[in-house]
């Protein structure tokens, strides 16, 4: 997001609980109004009537951009005429935005362009005495006036600063003032405080928040030559409570209820929190998770300060080619849905197995320290075929199948010679040839069986037999360096990652 | 059940339950509790058991409790015996005609060998062809039952100068005790035997003495003949009249069916055959038998036995059959007209074999009889064994379906030979019936002997 000078004041937006300015005597109806009829001059080059206008915003809300477009316009003007005089006016006014605006970014341009304005006002009026001067000298001899001298082309040094340009402007207030302003989310922290404004440049996300009124979030987008008013009037709270979250380590997660949604930021936290009973956990690497049980009443304001203990725990970080479509698990229990994976891991001796279907598992054992990181990167091979399981157990299926059969045959020889032995008639005899027929069905379907089984084990053996180059994985130990951080908000302890 | 060690796989055994798998050796104890044992086929003799017959147990057989089977093969003059022991296990043993008799080239036996076993003197005889180098010589060998390849006598070759009638093969033979007739007498310890060849009945007066020549010492006639194919078939001797001496009945039928549809069953007296020392070459005529039954079939006689249906009688009964009608006659004493056998099936040889011999201990003979061309459950000539039991001057079936192979296969031919056997563990009498390569001995009939003769359960 960048900042940007503003020339323009365009628009005014009021998004929900914003109110739009429609009273005449709102400043920054005022200065919208002037703002935009400073900008048509500008655009047709009436920069005196565009300087007034830019002064007359600057009257309703002084905003140091609206100087800062007071000189733009002057600068035009004297880079046109090479007026000297338009030259001090912009250079006032650019000095003037300056001074009202001691944390511009653009201070040290700004100053650039200063020092160039005034050397080429004072070349101008040098030009002017030197051209002043030779009009004193007597007419020449024929009687004729003299040429005029056109006015001297600005400076080289002028040339190469361009052309100066209005600057839009985003303001964002607040009633009251003295909000948080979050963009892009509250985990990233407070943005700025109301009022606030500024440049920014295409869409945003905001979160206005402060303590016993309502938040409000809305989104909108920034045209960096337009004007842009947020005024958000905050209703009295009277039914969430006030918490205000901190920690020894800043940066910690916060999440409140149900880790599965997420952090909802980080410390230090402050934000309204809806009455009852709440959960909240603050996390942050390399230190014991800390669980607070708050009850938050509506209106009134509850802290947490959390003191986070270092844990023994390390950390495992699991990667490599396809990690987006495999399963982590340590010690046989589902440690990511997907890679990569990161997860704090307790002291001792691990199992982590990394599964992906359709390819190798691959397994190790790990020895986690505390604060250390393990850096473990997998490669998992393709599962090969197992067409010579199915072979095998097709045969398998065919002997035991052919065994069944010859089994059936003989038991059913067994029946018919044992019914016949009882009948007594016809008396059978032991050379009655269904007696060998039958052993011959049965050794037949024992051998079948036995054949299947061998196959069996066969087809078993090549359905879990690992062929094909293994899954592998490479295990790096990374020590995490916790170091003494102090900020301007906070002070505490923080590593740095190498990746 | 025979305890075994029970070999499975330990997969079979996890799918034996539901997937169908039994132990083999089920079926070798399913195996051994069968009452029925088969035995064949040993050596090269392809048409085992064309004839059989069983003579009491001794010590000389394998432990004297079972049985002494002797069985013909055909190829060879085959001869074997099969003998077991009290525990239902067998030895076979086996010898070619070759090496009994080296001089003579046998050929094959003929379908139907003239065969007789004589129990009391642990002997058996058989009649066939020598090979060719005698010419194709008519032939009878007495051996001794208890020690295979040995003979009792000499052969006994029907040579002589009409090589017409020297080249009849016997059809028939029987022991006998004969009385003094013609020029004969009989010396008691040496035994008679009678043969049938072609229209002549040969009586051979001590046929174990060594001394007797060939084509001596034969009382030899010629039967009177009115169809020149007419030859005999069986020949049996017993007291058939009642009048205390033996008979000899014969079967006469003639060979070609131009020739006539009808046969005769002649009992001679002995003095009606032995007339004086003959020759083979020039028999002389016998006289007409004293008795001669018509009967309807070409082929009345083809098997014959006698019995004794009702002990107290001394005179016994005729049976004889005629495979060609499926029916076959017992002539009881003092009857005037035999009774018929017959099963419904045409073309079976019903009476193909046939044994008397009590099965069910009670004294009275049962009546065994083949018909190996039966066909069973479609399957041709797989042959079957009918038994009945006589009772009230009447016979009956002892069960209603006849005796078969549990699992037939065509032409089987079972019951083309029966024998019964006296077991000598505990004096049952069991069957043996004789089947295309092949030979079953029954250790147990139901509705006859209940118990196993090998365990007594």
């Given at each position: 997001?960048?900042?940007?000078?503003?020339?323009?004041?365009?628009?005014?937006?009021?998004?929900?609980?914003?109110?739009?300015?429609?009273?005449?005597?709102?400043?920054?109806?005022?200065?919208?109004?002037a703002?935009?009829?400073?900008?048509?001059?500008?655009?047709?080059g009436?920069f005196?009537?565009?300087?007034?206008?830019?002064?007359?915003?600057?009257?309703?809300?002084p905003?140091?951009?609206?100087?800062?477009?007071?000189?733009?316009?002057?600068?035009?003007?004297?880079k046109?005429?090479?007026?000297?005089?338009?030259?001090?006016?912009?250079?006032?006014?650019?000095?003037?935005?300056?001074?009202?605006?001691?944390?511009?970014?653009?201070?040290?341009?700004?100053?650039?362009?200063?020092?160039v304005?005034?050397?080429e006002?004072?070349?101008l009026?040098?030009?002017?005495?030197?051209?002043?001067?030779?009009?004193?000298?007597?007419?020449?001899?024929t009687?004729?006036?003299?040429?005029?001298?056109?006015?001297p082309?600005?400076?080289?040094?002028?040339?190469?600063?361009?052309?100066?340009?209005?600057?839009?402007?985003?303001?964002?207030?607040?009633?009251?003032?003295?909000?948080?302003?979050?963009?892009?989310g509250?985990?990233?922290?407070?943005?700025?405080?109301?009022p606030?404004?500024?440049?920014?440049?295409?869409?945003?996300?905001?979160?206005?928040?402060?303590?016993?009124?309502?938040?409000?979030?809305?989104?909108?987008?920034?045209?960096?030559?337009?004007?842009?008013?947020?005024?958000?009037?905050?209703?009295?709270?009277?039914?969430?409570g006030?918490?205000?979250i901190?920690?020894?380590v800043?940066?910690?997660?916060?999440?409140l209820?149900?880790?599965?949604?997420?952090?909802?930021?980080?410390?230090?936290?402050?934000?309204?929190?809806?009455?009852?009973?709440?959960?909240?956990?603050?996390?942050?690497?390399?230190?014991?998770?800390?669980?607070?049980?708050?009850?938050?009443?509506?209106?009134?304001?509850?802290?947490?300060?959390a003191?986070?203990?270092g844990?023994?725990?390390?950390?495992?970080?699991?990667?490599?080619?396809?990690?987006?479509?495999?399963?982590?698990?340590?010690?046989?229990?589902?440690?990511?849905e997907?890679?990569?994976?990161?997860?704090?891991?307790?002291?001792?001796?691990h199992?982590?197995?990394?599964?992906?279907?359709?390819?190798?598992?691959?397994?190790?054992?790990?020895?986690?320290?505390?604060?250390?990181?393990?850096?473990?990167?997998?490669?998992?091979?393709?599962?090969?075929?197992?067409g010579?399981?199915?072979?095998?157990?097709?045969?398998?299926?065919?002997?035991?199948?052919?065994?069944?059969?010859?089994?059936?045959?003989?038991?059913?020889?067994?029946?018919?010679?044992?019914?016949?032995?009882?009948?007594?008639?016809?008396?059978?005899?032991?050379?009655?040839?269904?007696?060998?027929?039958?052993?011959?069905?049965?050794?037949?379907?024992?051998?079948?069986?036995?054949?299947?089984?061998?196959?069996?084990?066969?087809?078993?053996?090549?359905?879990?037999?690992?062929?094909?180059?293994?899954?592998?994985?490479?295990?790096?130990?990374?020590?995490?360096?916790?170091?003494?951080?102090?900020?301007?908000?906070?002070?505490?302890?923080?590593?740095?990652?190498?990746? | 059940?025979?305890?075994?060690?029970?070999?499975?796989?330990?997969?079979?055994?996890?799918?034996?339950?539901g997937?169908?798998?039994?132990?083999?050796?089920?079926?070798?104890?399913?195996?051994?509790?069968?009452?029925?044992?088969?035995?064949?086929?040993?050596?090269?003799?392809?048409?085992?058991?064309?004839?059989?017959?069983?003579?009491?147990?001794?010590?000389k057989?394998?432990?004297?409790?079972?049985?002494?089977?002797?069985?013909?093969?055909?190829?060879?003059?085959?001869?074997?015996?099969?003998?077991?022991?009290?525990?239902?296990?067998?030895?076979?043993?086996?010898?070619?005609?070759?090496?009994?008799?080296?001089?003579?080239?046998?050929?094959?036996?003929?379908?139907?060998?003239?065969?007789?076993?004589?129990?009391?003197?642990?002997?058996?005889?058989?009649?066939?062809?020598?090979?060719?180098?005698?010419?194709?010589?008519?032939?009878?060998?007495v051996?001794?039952?208890?020690?295979?390849?040995?003979?009792?006598?000499?052969?006994?070759?029907?040579?002589?100068?009409?090589?017409?009638?020297?080249?009849?093969?016997?059809?028939?033979?029987?022991f006998?005790?004969?009385p003094d007739?013609?020029?004969?007498?009989?010396?008691?310890?040496?035994?008679?035997?009678?043969?049938?060849?072609?229209?002549?009945?040969?009586?051979?007066?001590?046929?174990?003495?060594?001394?007797?020549?060939?084509?001596?010492g034969?009382?030899?006639?010629?039967?009177?003949t009115?169809?020149?194919?007419?030859?005999?078939?069986?020949?049996?001797?017993?007291?058939?009249e009642?009048?205390?001496?033996?008979?000899?009945?014969?079967?006469?039928?003639?060979?070609?069916?131009?020739?006539?549809?009808?046969?005769?069953?002649?009992?001679?007296?002995?003095?009606?055959?032995?007339k004086?020392?003959?020759?083979?070459?020039?028999?002389?005529?016998?006289?007409?038998?004293s008795?001669?039954?018509?009967?309807?079939?070409?082929?009345?006689?083809?098997?014959?036995?006698?019995?004794?249906?009702?002990?107290?009688?001394?005179?016994?009964?005729?049976?004889?059959?005629?495979?060609?009608?499926?029916?076959?006659?017992?002539?009881?004493?003092g009857?005037?007209?035999?009774?018929?056998?017959?099963?419904?099936?045409?073309?079976?040889?019903?009476?193909?074999a046939?044994?008397?011999?009590?099965?069910?201990?009670?004294?009275?003979?049962?009546?065994?009889?083949?018909?190996?061309k039966?066909?069973?459950?479609?399957?041709?000539d797989?042959?079957?064994?009918?038994?009945?039991?006589?009772?009230?001057?009447?016979?009956?079936?002892?069960?209603?379906?006849?005796?078969?192979?549990?699992?037939?296969?065509?032409?089987?031919?079972f019951?083309?030979?029966?024998?019964?056997?006296?077991?000598?563990?505990?004096?049952?009498?069991?069957?043996?019936?004789?089947?295309e390569?092949?030979?079953?001995?029954?250790?147990r009939?139901?509705?006859?002997?209940?118990?196993?003769?090998?365990?007594?359960?």
């Amino acid at each position: 997001m960048r900042l940007r000078i503003l020339l323009l004041v365009t628009l005014v937006l009021a998004l929900g609980t914003t109110r739009r300015a429609a009273a005449q005597g709102d400043p920054w109806k005022n200065a919208q109004s002037a703002f935009n009829q400073g900008e048509t001059y500008y655009l047709s080059g009436k920069f005196d009537d565009a300087a007034a206008s830019f002064k007359k915003a600057y009257e309703a809300r002084p905003m140091p951009q609206f100087l800062y477009n007071v000189g733009a316009a002057y600068h035009m003007k004297g880079k046109k005429a090479s007026e000297p005089e338009s030259y001090d006016k912009a250079v006032d006014y650019y000095t003037r935005y300056l001074g009202e605006n001691k944390d511009a970014k653009d201070k040290e341009q700004v100053e650039k362009v200063i020092a160039v304005l005034k050397a080429e006002a004072e070349r101008l009026r040098a030009a002017a005495a030197a051209a002043a001067a030779a009009a004193t000298q007597p007419t020449n001899p024929t009687g004729t006036q003299p040429t005029p001298t056109p006015p001297p082309a600005p400076s080289a040094e002028v040339e190469a600063l361009g052309d100066a340009g209005y600057r839009g402007l985003v303001v964002i207030e607040s009633e009251p003032q003295g909000a948080n302003i979050y963009i892009g989310g509250k985990e990233k922290g407070p943005f700025a405080q109301t009022p606030w404004s500024g440049s920014m440049d295409g869409e945003f996300q905001y979160l206005v928040e402060k303590r016993g009124y309502k938040s409000k979030e809305g989104r909108t987008s920034a045209d960096p030559s337009k004007l842009l008013v947020l005024q958000i009037v905050l209703s009295e709270e009277d039914y969430l409570g006030w918490v205000e979250i901190k920690s020894n380590v800043p940066g910690a997660s916060i999440f409140l209820d149900d880790k599965n949604v997420g952090a909802i930021g980080k410390t230090p936290f402050s934000g309204n929190f809806k009455p009852g009973k709440h959960k909240v956990w603050i996390e942050a690497d390399g230190y014991e998770p800390s669980e607070h049980d708050i009850e938050v009443i509506a209106g009134e304001a509850a802290e947490i300060s959390a003191q986070l203990k270092g844990a023994p725990v390390g950390y495992l970080y699991v990667r490599g080619p396809g990690i987006e479509a495999s399963r982590i698990y340590l010690d046989g229990e589902l440690l990511c849905e997907r890679g990569p994976c990161r997860k704090p891991v307790k002291e001792g001796r691990h199992r982590v197995s990394v599964r992906r279907s359709g390819y190798k598992s691959y397994s190790t054992t790990i020895e986690v320290q505390a604060k250390t990181e393990i850096n473990l990167k997998t490669e998992l091979a393709k599962q090969p075929g197992r067409g010579d399981a199915v072979v095998a157990y097709i045969f398998t299926g065919l002997f035991a199948g052919g065994g069944i059969y010859l089994g059936l045959q003989a038991q059913k020889l067994e029946k018919e010679l044992k019914d016949d032995i009882a009948a007594g008639n016809p008396p059978v005899d032991q050379a009655d040839p269904r007696f060998d027929r039958g052993k011959y069905f049965a050794i037949g379907a024992d051998a079948a069986y036995g054949v299947a089984g061998l196959l069996g084990l066969a087809a078993i053996y090549y359905t879990f037999r690992d062929k094909g180059r293994p899954s592998i994985g490479v295990v790096d130990v990374r020590a995490l360096a916790l170091t003494p951080t102090v900020g301007p908000n906070y002070a505490g302890l923080s590593m740095e990652l190498p990746w | 059940m025979v305890t075994r060690t029970r070999v499975s796989l330990g997969l079979a055994g996890l799918l034996a339950g539901g997937a169908g798998a039994c132990n083999w050796t089920t079926f070798d104890d399913l195996s051994s509790e069968v009452w029925v044992e088969r035995v064949g086929n040993p050596d090269d003799s392809r048409q085992y058991g064309v004839a059989l017959g069983a003579m009491p147990d001794t010590a000389k057989t394998l432990d004297g409790q079972g049985a002494n089977l002797v069985v013909l093969g055909r190829a060879k003059l085959m001869v074997s015996t099969l003998r077991y022991g009290g525990d239902g296990k067998h030895a076979v043993s086996s010898v070619g005609g070759q090496a009994i008799f080296p001089a003579f080239m046998f050929d094959d036996l003929p379908a139907k060998p003239a065969f007789a076993v004589d129990p009391t003197d642990h002997r058996f005889a058989f009649g066939s062809l020598t090979g060719n180098t005698l010419a194709g010589q008519g032939f009878i060998g007495v051996m001794d039952g208890d020690n295979l390849g040995v003979a009792v006598a000499p052969a006994r070759v029907f040579i002589g100068s009409d090589m017409a009638l020297s080249m009849l093969a016997p059809t028939g033979i029987a022991f006998a005790t004969l009385p003094d007739a013609g020029n004969f007498t009989n010396t008691p310890e040496l035994g008679e035997l009678v043969v049938a060849r072609g229209s002549q009945l040969d009586v051979m007066y001590d046929y174990a003495n060594a001394a007797i020549a060939d084509a001596s010492g034969f009382a030899e006639c010629k039967q009177a003949t009115t169809r020149a194919t007419e030859q005999s078939f069986e020949v049996a001797v017993a007291d058939l009249e009642g009048d205390g001496a033996p008979e000899i009945a014969v079967g006469m039928g003639p060979r070609s069916a131009a020739d006539g549809t009808t046969s005769e069953i002649r009992i001679y007296q002995v003095g009606e055959v032995v007339k004086d020392q003959s020759t083979v070459s020039l028999p002389m005529n016998c006289d007409p038998p004293s008795t001669t039954i018509a009967v309807q079939a070409i082929d009345a006689g083809f098997t014959m036995v006698t019995a004794h249906f009702d002990p107290a009688v001394t005179q016994a009964a005729l049976v004889y059959s005629a495979p060609s009608i499926n029916t076959v006659y017992v002539r009881l004493p003092g009857a005037t007209d035999p009774i018929a056998i017959t099963v419904p099936t045409t073309g079976s040889n019903f009476g193909y074999a046939l044994a008397a011999g009590d099965l069910d201990g009670d004294a009275v003979p049962e009546l065994v009889i083949g018909a190996p061309k039966s066909d069973i459950d479609g399957t041709t000539d797989a042959g079957a064994v009918y038994i009945y039991r006589y009772a009230g001057g009447a016979f009956t079936q002892v069960t209603p379906d006849p005796l078969r192979v549990s699992s037939p296969s065509a032409s089987d031919l079972f019951g083309k030979s029966v024998a019964i056997a006296p077991w000598g563990k505990t004096g049952q009498n069991v069957l043996v019936v004789g089947a295309e390569g092949k030979v079953f001995t029954y250790f147990r009939l139901p509705g006859l002997y209940d118990d196993d003769v090998r365990t007594g359960r």
